[in-house]
Protein backbone atom coordinates (compact mmCIF):
# COMPACT_ATOMS: atom_id res chain seq x y z
CA UNK A 1 0.00 0.00 0.00
CA UNK A 2 1.68 3.32 -1.12
CA UNK A 3 0.09 6.57 -1.31
CA UNK A 4 1.55 9.94 -3.18
CA UNK A 5 0.11 13.23 -3.39
CA UNK A 6 1.54 16.65 -4.54
CA UNK A 7 0.63 19.54 -1.66
CA UNK A 8 -1.85 21.84 -3.35
CA UNK A 9 0.15 25.35 -2.72
CA UNK A 10 -2.26 28.36 -3.45
CA UNK A 11 -2.92 31.84 -0.95
CA UNK A 12 -6.32 30.22 0.69
CA UNK A 13 -3.72 27.03 1.64
CA UNK A 14 -6.10 24.54 0.64
CA UNK A 15 -6.30 21.05 2.06
CA UNK A 16 -3.64 18.40 0.44
CA UNK A 17 -5.03 15.09 0.64
CA UNK A 18 -3.34 11.89 0.86
CA UNK A 19 -4.93 8.97 0.38
CA UNK A 20 -4.75 5.17 1.35
CA UNK A 21 -6.33 1.70 0.88
CA UNK A 22 -6.50 -0.09 3.64
CA UNK A 23 -8.88 -3.39 2.36
CA UNK A 24 -11.02 -4.26 -0.30
CA UNK A 25 -14.48 -6.49 0.98
CA UNK A 26 -18.02 -7.40 -1.38
CA UNK A 27 -20.84 -4.89 -0.29
CA UNK A 28 -23.43 -7.48 1.50
CA UNK A 29 -26.97 -7.50 -0.58
CA UNK A 30 -26.48 -4.85 -2.90
CA UNK A 31 -28.25 -4.31 -5.77
CA UNK A 32 -25.40 -5.59 -8.41
CA UNK A 33 -22.08 -6.99 -7.15
CA UNK A 34 -20.06 -4.19 -5.74
CA UNK A 35 -17.12 -4.18 -4.29
CA UNK A 36 -16.12 -1.92 -0.74
CA UNK A 37 -12.39 -0.13 -0.96
CA UNK A 38 -11.65 1.50 2.38
CA UNK A 39 -10.02 4.76 1.75
CA UNK A 40 -8.35 6.28 4.27
CA UNK A 41 -8.42 10.39 4.04
CA UNK A 42 -5.59 12.79 5.49
CA UNK A 43 -6.17 16.76 4.86
CA UNK A 44 -3.22 18.41 5.59
CA UNK A 45 -3.30 22.51 6.22
CA UNK A 46 -5.65 24.41 8.86
CA UNK A 47 -9.02 24.86 7.38
CA UNK A 48 -11.57 22.04 8.43
CA UNK A 49 -12.84 20.36 5.08
CA UNK A 50 -16.57 20.71 4.14
CA UNK A 51 -16.25 18.00 1.45
CA UNK A 52 -14.76 16.18 -1.35
CA UNK A 53 -16.23 15.44 -4.55
CA UNK A 54 -13.55 12.61 -5.11
CA UNK A 55 -13.36 10.79 -8.56
CA UNK A 56 -11.50 7.83 -9.12
CA UNK A 57 -10.15 5.90 -11.64
CA UNK A 58 -8.87 2.61 -11.23
CA UNK A 59 -6.58 0.64 -13.06
CA UNK A 60 -5.12 -2.96 -13.06
CA UNK A 61 -1.37 -2.52 -13.06
CA UNK A 62 -1.28 -5.93 -14.98
CA UNK A 63 2.57 -6.04 -15.23
CA UNK A 64 3.58 -5.39 -11.24
CA UNK A 65 2.56 -9.35 -10.79
CA UNK A 66 3.99 -12.91 -11.95
CA UNK A 67 1.77 -15.09 -13.65
CA UNK A 68 1.91 -19.30 -13.91
CA UNK A 69 2.00 -21.17 -17.09
CA UNK A 70 -1.72 -21.78 -16.70
CA UNK A 71 -2.57 -17.97 -16.01
CA UNK A 72 -0.82 -16.90 -19.32
CA UNK A 73 -2.89 -19.45 -21.12
CA UNK A 74 -5.91 -18.00 -19.85
CA UNK A 75 -4.92 -14.67 -20.43
CA UNK A 76 -4.14 -15.43 -24.13
CA UNK A 77 -6.71 -13.72 -25.55
CA UNK A 78 -6.11 -10.17 -23.37
CA UNK A 79 -2.50 -10.33 -23.99
CA UNK A 80 -1.86 -12.56 -26.72
CA UNK A 81 1.07 -15.39 -26.52
CA UNK A 82 3.68 -15.41 -23.75
CA UNK A 83 6.38 -14.14 -26.36
CA UNK A 84 4.55 -11.12 -27.15
CA UNK A 85 3.76 -10.05 -23.19
CA UNK A 86 7.01 -7.82 -23.14
CA UNK A 87 4.89 -5.55 -25.45
CA UNK A 88 1.47 -6.03 -24.65
CA UNK A 89 0.67 -6.07 -20.88
CA UNK A 90 0.04 -2.72 -19.44
CA UNK A 91 -2.24 -1.27 -17.56
CA UNK A 92 -5.55 -1.60 -17.94
CA UNK A 93 -8.67 0.28 -17.09
CA UNK A 94 -11.39 -1.23 -15.03
CA UNK A 95 -13.95 1.51 -14.30
CA UNK A 96 -14.28 5.19 -12.93
CA UNK A 97 -16.43 6.10 -9.63
CA UNK A 98 -17.15 9.44 -8.08
CA UNK A 99 -17.45 8.87 -4.01
CA UNK A 100 -19.01 12.47 -1.80
CA UNK A 101 -16.96 12.73 1.39
CA UNK A 102 -18.83 14.74 4.00
CA UNK A 103 -17.26 16.58 6.23
CA UNK A 104 -14.31 16.21 8.37
CA UNK A 105 -11.07 17.80 9.90
CA UNK A 106 -7.93 16.01 9.33
CA UNK A 107 -8.46 12.44 8.99
CA UNK A 108 -11.37 10.16 7.63
CA UNK A 109 -12.83 7.15 6.02
CA UNK A 110 -14.44 6.62 2.59
CA UNK A 111 -16.04 4.29 1.02
CA UNK A 112 -15.20 3.62 -2.44
CA UNK A 113 -18.02 1.49 -4.56
CA UNK A 114 -17.01 -0.26 -7.36
CA UNK A 115 -19.14 -1.79 -9.56
CA UNK A 116 -18.78 -4.85 -10.74
CA UNK A 117 -19.98 -7.29 -13.85
CA UNK A 118 -19.20 -10.40 -15.04
CA UNK A 119 -19.45 -9.68 -18.65
CA UNK A 120 -16.67 -11.63 -20.58
CA UNK A 121 -16.95 -8.56 -23.18
CA UNK A 122 -15.18 -6.43 -20.38
CA UNK A 123 -11.78 -6.61 -21.04
CA UNK A 124 -11.13 -6.15 -17.03
CA UNK A 125 -13.84 -9.36 -15.95
CA UNK A 126 -11.85 -11.14 -18.48
CA UNK A 127 -8.54 -10.58 -16.65
CA UNK A 128 -9.87 -10.85 -13.22
CA UNK A 129 -11.60 -14.37 -13.91
CA UNK A 130 -8.28 -15.50 -15.45
CA UNK A 131 -6.70 -15.35 -12.26
CA UNK A 132 -6.57 -18.10 -9.81
CA UNK A 133 -4.76 -17.07 -6.91
CA UNK A 134 -2.70 -13.97 -5.52
CA UNK A 135 -3.27 -10.70 -5.84
CA UNK A 136 -4.50 -8.15 -7.98
CA UNK A 137 -2.14 -5.05 -8.49
CA UNK A 138 -4.77 -1.89 -8.48
CA UNK A 139 -3.69 1.92 -9.11
CA UNK A 140 -5.99 4.25 -7.92
CA UNK A 141 -5.75 7.87 -9.91
CA UNK A 142 -7.79 10.99 -7.84
CA UNK A 143 -8.73 14.36 -8.88
CA UNK A 144 -12.21 16.30 -7.89
CA UNK A 145 -12.58 19.32 -6.15
CA UNK A 146 -12.40 19.75 -2.24
CA UNK A 147 -14.56 22.50 -0.50
CA UNK A 148 -13.08 23.74 2.58
CA UNK A 149 -14.17 26.35 5.70
CA UNK A 150 -11.68 30.01 5.62
CA UNK A 151 -12.33 33.22 7.54
CA UNK A 152 -13.58 34.11 4.06
CA UNK A 153 -16.52 31.51 3.79
CA UNK A 154 -16.55 28.51 2.01
CA UNK A 155 -13.86 27.88 -0.73
CA UNK A 156 -12.76 25.14 -3.28
CA UNK A 157 -9.52 24.02 -4.62
CA UNK A 158 -8.88 21.38 -7.47
CA UNK A 159 -7.52 17.75 -6.27
CA UNK A 160 -4.06 17.91 -7.81
CA UNK A 161 -3.52 15.56 -10.75
CA UNK A 162 -0.81 13.01 -8.69
CA UNK A 163 -3.18 12.65 -6.03
CA UNK A 164 -3.19 8.17 -6.23
CA UNK A 165 -2.69 5.38 -4.38
CA UNK A 166 -1.86 1.58 -4.81
CA UNK A 167 -3.80 -1.41 -3.62
CA UNK A 168 -3.32 -5.04 -3.70
CA UNK A 169 -6.22 -6.92 -3.67
CA UNK A 170 -6.53 -10.83 -3.34
CA UNK A 171 -7.94 -12.63 -5.84
CA UNK A 172 -9.79 -14.24 -3.26
CA UNK A 173 -12.33 -10.98 -2.90
CA UNK A 174 -12.93 -10.78 -6.19
CA UNK A 175 -13.95 -14.80 -6.48
CA UNK A 176 -16.11 -14.09 -3.46
CA UNK A 177 -17.95 -11.91 -4.78
CA UNK A 178 -18.79 -13.24 -7.80
CA UNK A 179 -19.65 -16.56 -6.06
CA UNK A 180 -21.92 -14.42 -4.35
CA UNK A 181 -24.12 -13.29 -7.31
CA UNK A 182 -23.29 -16.04 -9.81
CA UNK A 183 -22.81 -19.40 -7.72
CA UNK A 184 -21.09 -22.42 -9.41
CA UNK A 185 -21.90 -19.92 -12.59
CA UNK A 186 -20.64 -17.74 -15.34
CA UNK A 187 -22.75 -14.64 -17.62
CA UNK A 188 -22.50 -15.05 -21.41
CA UNK A 189 -23.99 -12.79 -23.73
CA UNK A 190 -25.10 -13.72 -27.34
CA UNK A 191 -26.37 -12.68 -30.30
CA UNK A 192 -29.90 -12.08 -30.49
CA UNK A 193 -29.46 -14.28 -33.89
CA UNK A 194 -26.75 -17.09 -31.95
CA UNK A 195 -29.44 -17.39 -29.28
CA UNK A 196 -32.18 -18.00 -31.32
CA UNK A 197 -29.97 -20.95 -33.22
CA UNK A 198 -28.87 -22.66 -29.74
CA UNK A 199 -32.97 -22.43 -28.61
CA UNK A 200 -33.78 -24.32 -31.60
CA UNK A 201 -31.12 -26.81 -31.16
CA UNK A 202 -32.09 -27.13 -28.21
CA UNK A 203 -35.52 -27.50 -28.82
CA UNK A 204 -34.92 -30.01 -31.60
CA UNK A 205 -32.78 -32.52 -29.30
CA UNK A 206 -34.60 -32.34 -26.12
CA UNK A 207 -32.23 -31.08 -24.15
CA UNK A 208 -33.45 -29.70 -20.45
CA UNK A 209 -30.49 -27.35 -19.64
CA UNK A 210 -28.73 -24.65 -21.89
CA UNK A 211 -25.45 -26.10 -19.99
CA UNK A 212 -26.34 -29.62 -21.77
CA UNK A 213 -26.93 -28.25 -25.12
CA UNK A 214 -23.80 -26.52 -25.35
CA UNK A 215 -21.88 -29.82 -23.61
CA UNK A 216 -23.74 -30.96 -26.79
CA UNK A 217 -22.37 -28.69 -29.31
CA UNK A 218 -18.58 -28.97 -27.43
CA UNK A 219 -18.64 -32.86 -27.36
CA UNK A 220 -19.66 -32.95 -31.24
CA UNK A 221 -16.84 -30.33 -32.23
CA UNK A 222 -14.35 -32.29 -29.64
CA UNK A 223 -15.46 -36.04 -31.53
CA UNK A 224 -12.21 -36.88 -33.21
CA UNK A 225 -13.16 -37.22 -37.81
CA UNK A 226 -15.10 -40.25 -38.02
CA UNK A 227 -15.79 -40.82 -34.61
CA UNK A 228 -19.02 -42.21 -33.20
Known sequence: MTTSSRAIADVDAAPALRIAI???APVDLAAV??????????????????????????RIAAAQRPYAPADQQRLVEIFGTPDQ?????????????????????????????????YDFDVVASKYLHALQDGEVPLEFLFSGTVFYST????????????TEASYRMPVRV???????????????????????????????????????????????????????
Open 33 to 58: PTLRFEAHIHAEGGHPVRSVALHTQL
Open 151 to 162: DDGLRAARIPWD
Open 22 to 24: ASA
Open 174 to 228: WRDLMGRYFPDSTWLRLDRTVFDRLYGFRARNALPSWESAIDALLRAAERPMGGV
Open 85 to 117: WGRTVGSLLWTQTTTQVPEFDGDTVADILVGCT
